[in-house]
Every structure is written in C-alpha cells, then in structure tokens.
Nanobody
Framework: QVQLVESGGGSVQAGGSLRLSCVAARLPFFGKDWMYWVRQAPGKGLEWVSSISDDGTRTLYVDSVKGRFTISRDNAKNTVYLQMDNLKSEDTGLYYC????????RGQGTKVTVSS
C-alpha cells in the first residue's frame, strides 16, 4: 500500500514562505509517475495545485499560485517538494501530496495557515 507523508506546514504571515515535502514509501516506480499537490481550504473541497512529470522536466500550476509556488522532486529520495513564496491568506488549508490530480490517493496532509 502506497504511503505518502507530508511535512513542512506551519503558520506564517502573508508574504512569507514555506517549503513542503512529501516522502513516498512503498512506491517502487516513483520515478516513473507524475506526482501532485492538492489542497483543501477550510470548508471547501479538494483543489488541484500543481503537478510534476516523472522526470521533473514538466510542471503545471493552478493559475492562483503561478509565479509563487514551485514544485520539484528528487527521485533518488522518493520525495516531492512544494516551495511556496509570497503566501496569501487564501493559501490557507491542508496540503496533500497525491498520486493523482483529484487526490484519490493522498497522504495525511500538512496544515498551512497564512495570516494577513
């Protein structure tokens, strides 16, 4: 069974930065899969945030985070990252690492709180 473990969340003021990490266990073909970050704002549904190709050369972002978030990966460490800069209050929520863009297979999440 795939295990995804996120970390790096916290509380920051608007304009601040956080770097999220996700370690994938029991995923022998990690380097051959796209990986995703999705998030859930308080009281709302899951929202796709970003995707990265198996080799890390292709990345995609939801419009609201373009230019502020950067997704990357280290296949040798089975790890995906999400660098979040210039955070806004609307970025507050639970952030999940996922194997698909709708978060059907995802970790337990890491909480991000941005205060204005």
């Amino acid at each position: 069974q795939v295990q995804l473990v996120e970390s790096g969340g916290g509380s920051v003021q608007a304009g601040g930065s956080l770097r999220l990490s996700c370690v994938a266990a029991r995923l022998p073909f990690f380097g051959k899969d796209w990986m995703y970050w999705v998030r859930q704002a308080p009281g709302k549904g899951l929202e796709w945030v970003s995707s990265i190709s198996d080799d890390g050369t292709r990345t995609l972002y939801v419009d609201s985070v373009k230019g502020r978030f950067t997704i990357s990966r280290d296949n040798a460490k089975n790890t995906v990252y999400l660098q979040m800069d210039n955070l806004k209050s609307e970025d507050t929520g639970l952030y999940y690492c996922a194997k698909d863009s709708i978060g059907r297979v995802r970790g337990q999440g890491t909480k991000v709180t941005v205060s204005s």
